[in-house]
């Protein structure tokens, strides 16, 4: 049965250099790790998350014994500190894959529920129903989150990244963010109120919107793992690929200028406190002109700053489409740059409704205004159920008929996610790994996984190193370990 391994890679050297391909080019590595709440109504007697999330995943502890697995897609599932069930993409080369492998994620997760959910009905009673939150934050107040992941050139120092970089994400939530009721009034994004750093390397005891870790997964000497933590768990595809999608644009220009010893255009946009200004952004709607100060005294709107980005980026397209363009196999630059343009000029005008069928937050203030014309004397525990809805993926409704009413959009389809749930994506070293699990489950094997290894363990050990996040080709080590496994 497979065993979990910790996935230390500095001490890995790569057999032959990092090609240059890789290096010198735009090409990258995303993925998406997201934690699930979990909550239980309707059991006729109490019961603890704790207990549910176990009993969820029961069927993986059968097959694995442990709650801690690498799937047939190439993705990690694992039951987190707090009892959060958590899932993390399998590698992908493009923001539209690793869409699609989030969204399985969502697939599994509601499946584990509810079949959790008929068992526990014979105990707990008839009207007993498991949700299962894709948000941020809980009805106690605890945050949990949603981590994005970008493989990064290690030549960039990462103060390089948090001066330029950070500015670019918490603005960033203008449209990405997931939006959140609270008692003082709406906020555009969930996190804001719980993050208290900019940069460090603890996840439990501060909550920083970068992490630094250094877990690069994959050769320690040429790249870098990029942990993003300051952004939302969002149920629209659109929020998901855009997220991943303009920030990849906008490394690509941070790490092409250190590269060549160049400006970037982004050096003089670090805040002067960035817990602070990531505040005022979630607080949008409540002054929308409401002014950042950049640790040059200057002062500038968040809608501003992401105008400065935006026309930073479109002129390093200029002089290097043609390479950005071969960054990404599903994605077409001009789409990137085309839906960033039409948010922005919607912020803009103030067309909030216009994006409300790709912006959570945009699509919960036309749910919650609705409802407050509907129901002027609708409460705050209400409004705050309504939301809950929204992001339950197991049992909710709302987003579902957000969907079947054409007035939330969505990039895949149902097949698109069916496929992503069993399949791993074909030209990263997830096909690889996918592959193995697959195989060492349908014969019984006894194995251990993890992002860059790979093992048999009975009866006698054979081992694979995946270095290359990149490479889908059998090495010759994978090789010998599936005639093995055969």
């Known amino acids: ?54 009993t969820m995943f029961q069927p ?27 899932y993390a993409t399998a590698e992908a080369r493009d923001p539209r894959e690793a869409l699609a492998q989030d969204l399985a994620g969502e697939h599994v997760m509601r499946n584990l529920a509810l079949k959790a959910q008929r068992k526990l009905r014979e105990s707990y009673g008839a009207h007993a129903t498991i949700h299962v939150f894709k948000n941020n934050v809980d009805s106690a107040g605890h945050a949990f989150g949603c981590h994005e992941n970008y493989l990064v050139r290690r030549f960039v120092p990462l103060e390089t990244i948090e001066h330029q970089l950070l500015p670019f994400l918490i603005t960033r939530q203008l449209y990405t963010g997931a939006g959140r009721m609270t008692p003082d009034g709406f906020q555009i994004t ?33 790249f870098r793992r990029l942990h993003v933590i300051i952004g939302d768990s969002n149920r629209s595809q659109w929020s998901t690929w855009m997220k991943l999608a303009v920030t990849h644009l906008v490394l690509c220009a941070i790490e092409d200028a250190f590269r060549h010893g160049v400006p970037s255009g982004f050096e003089q946009y670090a805040f002067a406190d960035p817990a602070a200004a990531n505040r005022t952004v979630s607080r949008f709607l409540d002054n929308p002109r409401a002014e950042l100060t950049l640790e040059s005294g200057e002062s500038v709107s968040a809608l501003g700053l992401q105008r400065r980005y935006y026309a930073a980026v479109k002129a390093f397209i200029e002089t290097h489409g043609d390479a950005l363009a071969g960054s990404l196999p599903a994605t077409t630059i001009d789409t990137i740059m085309g839906e960033w343009s039409r948010v922005l000029d919607a912020l803009e005008r103030g067309a909030y409704d216009a994006l409300a069928d790709r912006v959570d937050w945009a699509a ?6 609705a409802l407050k014309r509907r129901r002027p004397d609708v409460t705050f525990a209400q409004m705050e159920q309504l939301e809950l809805d929204y992001h339950d993926i197991a049992n909710g409704r709302l987003y579902g008929s957000l969907v079947a009413r054409n007035q939330m959009r969505e990039l895949l389809t149902g097949d698109n996610v069916e496929y992503a749930v069993h399949n791993p994506p074909t030209d990263t070293r997830a096909a690889l790994r996918g592959r193995f699990v697959d195989a060492a489950l349908n014969v019984g094997a006894q194995f251990s996984a993890d992002w860059t290894h790979l093992a048999l363990t009975a009866p006698e050990r054979r081992e694979a190193i995946l270095l290359d996040p990149f490479e889908a080709e059998p090495t010759l080590g994978f090789e010998q370990l599936m005639e093995a496994l055969n």
């Not at 993986?60 to 958590?86: C, F, K, Q, W």
């Not at 630094?212 to 040429?222: L, Q, V, Y």
């Open 364 to 369: 919960k203030k036309r749910l919650f205004d």
């Open 190 to 222: 969930q996190r804001a109120d719980f993050l208290d750093e900019a940069v460090s390397s603890a996840t439990t005891r501060s909550r920083p919107m970068v992490n630094t870790r250094d877990e690069p997964h994959a050769d320690p000497d040429s």
């Open 60 to 86: 993986i502890v059968s097959r694995s014994r442990s709650t801690n697995t690498y799937l047939a897609n190439g993705s990690r599932l694992y039951l987190d500190v707090g009892s959060h069930p958590e």
């Open 1 to 54: 049965m497979p065993q979990l391994r910790d996935s230390g890679t500095r001490s890995l050297h790569a057999t032959e250099p990092v090609p240059s391909a890789e290096m010198d080019g735009f090409c990258r590595i995303f993925g998406v790790e997201t934690e699930y709440g979990v909550a239980v109504t309707g059991a006729e007697r109490p019961v603890d998350a704790g207990q549910v999330a176990m």
